[in-house]
Structures are given as C-alpha cells and as structure tokens.
C-alpha cells in the first residue's frame, strides 16, 4: 500500500512538474503572430504577421511561390 502511495506521488509530481517547465518555455510573446496560410483547399506554409498597433489589421510581407496571379481564396 505504501508503493502504491509513492508512486502515485510520484506521477502527480512529475506531471506537475511537465505542466510547469511546459507552460514556462511556452513564452507567450505577443510581438509575432504565426498563421498557416491557405491558398483553396491545401496548406502552403506558416507564415510570420505583422499586427498593427491596434490589434485589427494584420499584414502578410512574403511571396508565395507556385501561386498563380489573379484573385484567389486565401484563409
């Protein structure tokens, strides 16, 4: 009974401790904002946006390559 005490001690610790250095290296920098670009129904790249300073606008600065000219549905 007591092996079974320490042990389950044990996993509540190391979870605990998984939870704490995972939300610790986690850093939360506001500063860049990643998007996964979608170009129709397939998944081109996660990308870098630029926000502006009162958060509404975002902006794309890059050339993706193999997308034709013209009008096309980007998510």
Avoid: Y
């Amino acid at each position: 009974m007591k092996f079974q005490k320490r042990v389950l001690c044990l996993l509540a610790l190391l979870s605990l401790s998984f939870l704490v250095i995972g939300c610790w290296l986690n850093d939360d920098d506001e500063d860049q904002f990643v998007a996964n670009i979608k170009i129709g129904a397939s998944r081109h790249r996660t990308l870098t946006l630029e926000r502006s300073d009162n958060g509404q606008t975002l902006t794309l600065d890059a050339t993706i390559d193999g997308v034709g000219a013209g009008k096309q549905q980007v998510t």
